[in-house]
């Protein structure tokens, strides 16, 4: 699913570098080093991501590109859909991140959407292409990006106004993410035994509890999970992603 990612209205991330787009005279930020061979190697078939580099749902589909050797394809744009963003805004009407504009001009969203498109691209299936262990895999994403939605939106309840905070759908939504927590805990071990995205958007939800609500402190919950994460979380693709 995709969101606004949990930013500060009017706070922008960090810009490591500028480029200007062929056909487009505004300049964007990209988180990849672009040189006139790159261009002229991947002009046909160059592709778009707007992303936040906070948006868990942005980090998974970043997570796909990197494992899957993307990266030379796509340009990341890093932008604060809570600003006005009129490239992002026509691309998706919903003005969320992330959104992928294709080499035709054509847009994906969310994130589930984008992450399978990718995969189709190259080989090396992170999403099975049939049978149990295709469903086996979505239905992961789908678990994690649940404990993505319901973080998010404590995240974005604590900051409203004290006053205006509804305490009782902040419990709600925490009893949402310990319930699951503690599933995954006790089926960490049907996890697929190569790296799919179910590992991806499980590594994305827990980085992302970590990032937003360390006092949650679900390590001492769940031992198990905890050591899973603590191997997968070196991984270069996670490292890479880090949310900033």
């Known amino acids: 699913m995709a969101t606004r ?4 209205p009017g706070r922008r991330p960090g810009m490591r570098a500028q480029h200007r787009i062929p056909g487009n005279t505004r300049m964007v930020a990209t988180s990849q080093r672009l040189t006139p061979r790159n261009w002229k190697q991947h002009e046909d078939r160059i592709m778009r991501l707007f992303y936040s580099k906070t948006s868990p749902y942005s980090r998974k589909v970043r997570l ?13 744009v890093a932008c604060n859909p809570f600003d006005e963003v009129p490239e992002l805004e026509a691309a998706n009407p919903l ?3 992330p959104t992928l504009i294709l080499d035709d001009g054509s847009s994906l969203y969310d994130s589930p959407v ?3 498109y990718l995969d189709s691209l190259t080989p090396g299936r992170l999403i099975p292409e049939s049978g149990r262990e295709r469903w086996n895999v979505l239905r992961w994403e789908a678990l994690c990006d ?7 939106n404590i995240v974005m309840e604590r900051r409203r106004d004290t006053q205006e905070q509804s305490a009782g759908w902040i419990e709600q939504w925490k009893t949402q993410v310990i319930r699951t927590l503690n599933h995954i805990e006790a089926t960490i071990d049907m996890l697929p035994s190569q790296v799919t995205l179910a590992q991806l958007a499980l590594g994305t939800a827990l980085g992302y509890l970590e990032f937003r609500l360390p006092d949650l402190d679900w390590r001492s919950r769940c031992p198990a999970l905890a050591a899973w994460y603590g191997d997968f979380s070196v991984r270069d693709t996670m490292q890479h992603t880090l949310p900033k």
């Open 5 to 8: 990612p949990g930013l500060l």
């Open 64 to 76: 796909v590109i990197h494992e899957k050797g993307l990266q030379n394809t796509i340009i990341s």
């Open 95 to 97: 003005g969320k991140v």
């Open 114 to 116: 984008i992450c399978a």
């Open 146 to 152: 649940g404990v993505v939605d319901a973080t998010y």
